[in-house]
C-alpha cells in the first residue's frame, strides 16, 4: 500500500463528510449529526440549552470527528485501490485512428467517432480502436493490455472466438470487425467503471443489514432516551454530552463504519483475480451458491485426451503395437498425436524416422490419420472406421478386438485401433486427463454445501467414468445447451443458487439464467453480455475460486457484524456501573472494570470506539481467512473468534485506555 494512496484517502475522507454522502451511511450519519450537535452546542451552549464548552466537551467533538473521519478512511482507501486500477486502465486508452469501411473504401476517422454497427479494418501492428465482431480474416491478438496474458491468441470470423476488444492489438494477418459497442459504452469503459465504482449499488444483503443495524440504532436510541428519566428520579445528573458519547458508543459504528469498505474491497479482490463482476450483487451471489455446474473439457479434464494405455490383440507383441502406433502418429501434430509418440518414449521404445513417406490427414469421411511410407500405410482410427476398413481390404478382425476396445470405453477413455496394410494391431487408450487437485477441492465443496455436476458430450459410460475420478456429486451425459437450462431451472425450484461457466452463444440462456454466470473473455459477444462476470484469463476452473472469495466476503461481512453487536454489549455493561457509581455506591460490584470515574469511563469507551474501525481495516479490506469446511463449523468458529472476541476485546481496550487518561 504506497503512500500516494493513503494520502488521497485521508483527503477524501475529509471529503465525505459531505452530508449527502454522509446520509447514505445511515448509522455514520447519525454519529455525523451528533457531532454538529456537540460542534454547535459547544460554539453557541445558549441554543441548545447546554453548559458552556470546557475539555470534556471539546475532547468528545474531536473524539466523534475522528470516528467518521476513520469510517471515511476505510471506504476512501477500499476505493481508492479500485480507482488506482482504473487509472492504469485509463492509459490504455489512448486516442486511435480507426480505418473505417465506406463504399469499399477506407476511411480514417477518430475512434471516438465510431459507432455501433461501423465496419473498420484493422491490420498487423495495429490497436484494435473498439469492441467488435469479427466478420472476415483470422489473426493473432494480443490482449495482455486488458488481461495480462502475453501469449497473443487466434481469433477468426464465426465460431466462439469472433469477438475483440478495444486496446489490444493485431500482432498478425488483418482483421476486419463490426463495431457491438459506442463510446463509452466498451469493454474497457465497463471495466473502468466497475473497478472505480461508479456503477456499484448496495447489494440486497447490504440493505438488509443497513436496516439491521438502522434498527438496532434505533433501540439504542430509545435505551438512552430511557435513562434520562430515570436518572431524574434518582436526583442522578447526566450531561447531554455524556448521553450523547454513550450513545454513539452504544450503536454499531464498527460495521457501519466499514460496510462499505468490505463490500468495495470484494469486488476488488475478484478483479485482482482477473475476473470483472458487473455487480457486486454476483460477488455476493458467490457466497450462497449451493450447486456448481461445469463442463467436462477444458473445466474438470485438460480437454486434450493423452495416451494412457496399449492393448496388443491376440498374436500381437507389445513391441510391434507401440512401433505401429508411433509410426502412425509421426507426422500428426495434434496433442493426441504427440501424446503417443511421447508414450512410447517413455516406454523405452525407439522409432526408426521413415525417410520416405506422404501425410495422411485425419478427415470427417475416413475418421483416420496415419503415414503412406512406400505404399505401406499405418494408421490408427476410429473402431468402426478402422473395421470397416479392414472388411474392405479383407484384414482379418481379431476376436477380442471389440471386447477391448469396450474395456477402454467404460473405464472413460477413448479407443483408436491400430493398422497397417495386412494386419490390425491393438488399441489405443487415449484418456482425458482429469486436473490434478479437483478431486480435493470438490471434496472441500461438499464439505461447505455444494454440489457440482458435470456436463459432457460423452457417453455414459465414458461420462460416468470420469465423474468418479474427478469426484464429482453428479453427471450430465450426452449434454446438449437446452439440457444446462433446464437443470438451472429445476435446481432453482427448489431454491438452490447456481454457478456455471461458458464461452459459446449456446451457452447464453444458460448464463443468463444461472445466479452466477462465469462468461470466458475468450468466448461469443453474446454470452458475455449474458454473464455477470467476465473471467479476463478464460479459465473455466477458475469458477471455484471465485465460489470462494463470494464466501469469503459473506463470512467477513457476518464475522464483523458479530464483533461489532457483541462489542456494543459489553459496552454498555461496562459503562453503565461506571456512569452511575458516585450516585449509586452500591453497584460498585458491578464496575467490574474499576473505571476511575465517569468522565474518563465515557471518554475510554468513545475513544476504543473510534480506534477499533481503523485496527479492523486490514480485515475488511484482506477479508476473514477462509478455510473450506461445514456450514456449522464456520458458524462455531466465527462465533468463538469474533462473538467472544467481541466481548472480551472491550473491556481490555477500555481499561487499558482509561489506565492512561488517568496517568495524565
Known amino acids: 500500500m504506497n503512500h500516494d494512496l493513503i494520502k488521497s484517502a485521508i483527503w477524501q ?86 480505418r473505417v469501411i465506406k463504399d469499399d473504401k477506407e476511411v480514417m476517422v477518430a475512434a471516438t467517432a465510431l459507432h455501433k454497427g461501423d465496419i473498420v479494418r484493422v491490420k498487423q501492428g495495429e490497436t484494435i480502436p473498439c469492441d467488435g465482431e469479427i466478420i472476415k480474416g483470422i489473426a493473432m491478438v494480443d490482449e495482455s493490455a486488458i488481461t495480462g496474458e502475453s501469449a497473443p491468441v487466434a481469433k477468426e470470423s464465426g465460431g466462439d472466438f469472433s469477438s475483440v476488444i478495444g486496446g489490444t492489438v493485431v500482432v498478425s494477418d488483418q482483421l476486419t470487425i463490426k463495431v457491438t459497442a459506442s463510446t463509452g459504452e466498451s469493454f474497457l469503459d465497463k471495466m473502468i467503471a466497475l473497478v472505480e465504482g461508479a456503477s456499484r449499488q448496495k447489494t440486497p444483503n447490504e440493505l438488509a443489514l443497513s436496516t439491521l443495524l438502522t434498527s438496532l440504532t434505533i433501540i439504542f436510541l430509545m435505551v438512552i432516551l430511557t435513562l434520562v428519566p430515570f436518572a431524574h428520579q434518582l436526583h442522578i445528573e447526566l450531561s447531554t454530552m455524556s448521553l450523547i458519547a454513550l450513545f454513539v458508543c452504544l450503536i454499531p459504528t464498527t460495521i457501519g463504519g466499514l460496510l462499505s469498505a468490505i463490500g468495495i474491497a470484494g469486488m476488488d ?3 485482482r483475480f482477473n475476473v470483472i463482476a458487473k455487480s457486486g450483487k454476483a460477488v455476493e451471489a458467490c457466497g450462497d451458491v449451493d450447486m456448481m455446474i461445469l463442463d467436462k473439457t477444458g473445466t474438470i479434464t485438460f480437454g486434450n485426451r493423452m495416451a494412457h494405455a496399449l492393448y496388443p490383440v491376440q498374436g500381437v507383441t507389445e513391441e510391434a503395437l507401440t512401433r505401429e502406433a508411433m509410426l502412425s502418429s509421426y507426422d500428426d501434430d495434434t496433442p493426441e498425436g504427440r501424446s503417443i509418440v511421447t508414450f512410447g518414449e517413455t516406454q523405452g521404445y525407439h522409432m526408426t524416422p521413415p525417410e520416405d513417406y506422404t501425410a495422411i490427414p485425419f478427415t470427417a469421411e475416413t475418421r483416420m490419420s496415419g503415414i503412406d511410407e512406400n505404399g505401406q500405410r499405418h494408421l490408427k482410427g476410429a473402431v468402426d472406421a478402422v473395421i470397416k476398413r479392414a472388411k474392405k481390404m479383407n484384414i482379418p478382425v481379431p476376436d477380442d478386438l471389440l471386447p477391448l476396445t469396450d474395456e477402454v470405453a467404460h473405464q472413460g477413455g477413448t479407443p483408436l485401433v491400430v493398422m497397417d496394410n495386412m494386419r490390425i494391431y491393438g488399441v489405443i487408450y487415449l484418456k482425458d486427463i482429469v486436473k490434478p487437485g479437483l478431486p480435493e477441492r470438490f ?54 443458487i447456481i454457478a456455471m461457466t461458458g464461452d459459446g452463444t449456446n451457452d447464453a440462456p444458460a448464463l443468463a439464467l444461472a445466479n452466477v454466470g462465469v462468461a470466458m473473455n475468450s468466448g461469443t459477444i453474446a454470452a458475455k453480455e449474458a454473464s455477470n462476470m467476465i473471467d479476463l484469463d478464460s479459465d473455466p476452473t477458475k469458477l471455484i475460486e471465485i465460489v470462494e472469495i463470494g464466501k469469503q466476503l459473506l463470512i467477513t461481512r457476518g464475522a464483523l457484524t458479530t464483533f461489532s453487536i457483541a462489542n456494543d454489549i459489553a459496552k454498555y455493561f461496562a459503562i453503565i456501573p461506571a456512569l452511575f457509581l458516585p450516585w449509586m455506591p452500591r453497584i460498585q460490584m458491578l464496575n467490574m472494570m474499576h473505571l476511575q470515574t465517569s468522565h474518563s ?64
Open 443 to 496: 471434496t472441500l465443496l461438499r464439505k461447505m454445501g455444494i454440489e457440482t455436476v458435470m456436463c459432457t458430450g460423452d457417453n455414459p459410460l465414458t461420462a460416468a467414468s470420469i465423474a468418479q475420478e474427478a469426484g464429482v456429486d453428479r453427471f450430465i451425459a450426452e449434454c446438449k445447451p437446452e439440457d444446462k437450462t433446464r437443470v438451472i431451472r429445476e435446481a432453482q425450484a427448489k431454491g438452490k
Open 269 to 271: 479482490r475478484v478483479t
Open 13 to 98: 475522507s475529509i471529503v465525505k463528510l459531505n452530508p449527502m454522502k454522509m446520509i447514505k451511511n445511515p448509522v455514520m450519519f447519525v454519529v455525523w449529526m451528533t457531532f454538529l450537535v456537540t460542534l454547535l452546542g459547544g460554539l453557541f451552549p445558549s441554543i441548545f440549552s447546554m453548559q458552556p464548552a470546557d475539555s470534556y466537551h471539546w475532547l468528545i467533538a474531536f473524539i466523534l470527528f475522528m470516528t467518521l473521519l476513520f469510517a471515511n478512511f476505510a471506504e476512501s482507501l477500499a476505493e481508492g485501490r479500485g480507482k488506482a486500477e482504473a487509472n492504469a486502465l485509463r492509459t490504455k486508452k489512448k486516442e486511435m485512428i480507426a
Open 601 to 664: 469511563a465515557i471518554l475510554s469507551a468513545l475513544i476504543f470506539n473510534a480506534l477499533i474501525i481503523p485496527l479492523l481495516i486490514p480485515i475488511a479490506l484482506k477479508g476473514v481467512r477462509f478455510k473450506p469446511t461445514t456450514q456449522s463449523r464456520l458458524l462455531l468458529n466465527n462465533t468463538l473468534i469474533f462473538g467472544l472476541g467481541g466481548v472480551v476485546t472491550p473491556f481490555i481496550g477500555i481499561k487499558c485506555i482509561d489506565v492512561l487518561i488517568n496517568l495524565f
